[in-house]
């Protein structure tokens, strides 16, 4: 971890993975060169659970802050931003941080108007080394915005971002509950799971 990450568990964090972990949504990992042995379903969008659970930590890290504006990290955040937005009615703003669009009117951030001295939190699925989030935090500010915080739903050891970042479903809590709710292990992956 960065010197200046300040990461911390997203109010509400154990009953969201403890509900993840009911719903069978917490997997074996399909990726065997990643330290961690379980990997968190967030592309089950057809799970009520799943899609329960976006809303809520979304919600959650909106509602700290009256004046907060949600700024999803394409592409993987942008699909947690829209569960959220269909469901609360509520407005996003998405940041392309792969680069302009290539068509259209060519823009990395949607919409491009109501950026401007407005504060934003970023919200992404995983954080590794928070090399997206901080490339979503310059667009923001080159539009004139400000980053006021980060929230992804998990999070690597070594993430470097300046802000602070909430994590939704911490990596202490996960394993900690795994080994009181499932001492058999992490279920097996679903053909088709996309993980984290």
Not at 153 to 180: C, E, W
Request: glycine share 10%; aromatic share 6%.
């Amino acid at each position: 971890m960065g010197d200046q990450t300040m990461m911390l568990n997203l109010p509400g964090a154990g009953e969201r993975v403890a509900g993840l972990i009911a719903a069978d949504l917490v997997v074996a990992s399909p990726r065997p060169d990643r330290e961690r042995t379980y990997a968190v379903d967030t592309r089950d969008s057809v799970s009520p659970v799943f899609r329960l659970t976006v809303i809520e930590a979304i919600d959650r890290i909106r509602d700290a802050d009256g004046e907060l504006r949600i700024a999803a990290v394409a592409n993987s955040g942008s699909l947690l931003c829209a569960l959220w937005a269909g469901a609360t009615g509520r407005p996003f703003w998405n940041v392309l941080v792969d680069g302009r669009r290539t068509r259209g009117f060519g823009r990395n951030v949607e919409p491009a108007e109501g950026v401007r001295g407005r504060k934003f939190v970023l919200v992404d699925n995983h954080a590794r080394t928070g090399t997206s989030l901080r490339t979503a935090m310059g667009i923001i500010q080159s539009h004139g915005g400000f980053i006021a915080s980060a929230m992804v739903f998990t999070a690597g050891d070594r993430v470097d971002f300046d802000p602070p970042l909430y994590v939704a479903l911490p990596h202490n809590l996960i394993v900690d509950q795994l080994s009181k709710a499932r001492p058999r292990g992490p279920q097996k992956v679903r053909p088709g799971a996309d993980t984290l």
